[in-house]
């Protein structure tokens, strides 16, 4: 089967640094997506990752490791509006399928 | 806004009743899909579109459901005697080619009564 976890809900302060872990255990591998949902909202793209390695955009950043079916995101300087759930999402084959996570509903502090 | 549009945003129906919603993706992409996301839940695949060619069908979904893509732009979804276990948000996709990212409508949220 097809599984994909992620935390149910994080808490952190703004202006803090906070990692979102993603463990996926799929029957292929082709590429895993973060996106972003504000409550009542569609999900935005914020990064891919189909290499080992950390890809960095801005104050989001993205790891993944193949061998350990791991990724994660990392939100720097963190801002109000960066209260979201965040969705991790794997292609699987060449169908080029999403099995996505139930995600992670972050919630920021002052 | 991504650019892809979905109508109506909202619709309330009764138990039993037909509804049709409609997506309009971003006009150079050749890639349409359809998920259903439940409170609290990631996006569940429904069936997806390459022009318009409908080319794979969620196992899980009833055969109350179908989708069109005439003409390889927009597309409908239509549920049929809709139940109650159908309210959900209904989200449509893009993407050029398989390879990239999608980018959603705003989604068309179903209240089933």
């Known amino acids: 089967g097809q599984n994909i976890d992620q935390p149910t809900e994080m808490t952190a302060t703004e202006g803090a640094i906070v990692q979102i872990n993603c463990t996926y255990q799929?029957?292929?591998?082709?590429?895993l997506f973060w996106y972003q949902q504000h409550a009542g909202e569609a999900p935005t793209f914020l990064s891919y990752?189909?290499l080992d390695g950390l890809e960095e955009k801005g104050r989001f950043s993205s790891f993944l490791s193949r061998s350990k079916g791991y990724s994660y995101l990392l939100l720097k300087e963190l801002q109000m509006k960066d209260s979201a759930s965040y969705l991790c999402a794997v292609r699987v084959d060449s169908n080029y399928q999403l099995i996505w996570g139930a995600g992670t509903k972050l919630i920021i502090k002052p | 806004d991504t650019g892809v549009s979905q109508d109506p945003r909202h619709k309330i129906t009764k138990r039993g009743q037909n509804v049709t919603f409609r997506c309009d993706p971003i006009s150079e992409h050749n890639r349409l899909y359809w998920y259903r996301q439940t409170l609290g839940q990631g996006p569940e695949f429904l069936t997806y579109?390459?022009?318009?060619?409908?080319?794979?069908k969620s196992r899980l979904l009833s055969d109350r459901f179908s989708a069109e893509r005439p003409k390889g732009s927009f597309s409908t979804l239509e549920i049929q005697r809709t139940e109650q276990g159908d309210s959900a948000m209904y989200l449509c996709?893009?993407?050029?080619?398989?390879?990239?990212?999608?980018?959603f409508g705003p989604g068309t949220r179903l209240t089933v009564t």
């Open positions: 990752n189909v």
């Open positions: 799929t029957s292929g591998f082709n590429g």
């Open positions: 996709a893009s993407s050029l080619g398989g390879f990239n990212e999608q980018y």
């Open positions: 579109f390459q022009n318009e060619a409908q080319l794979e």
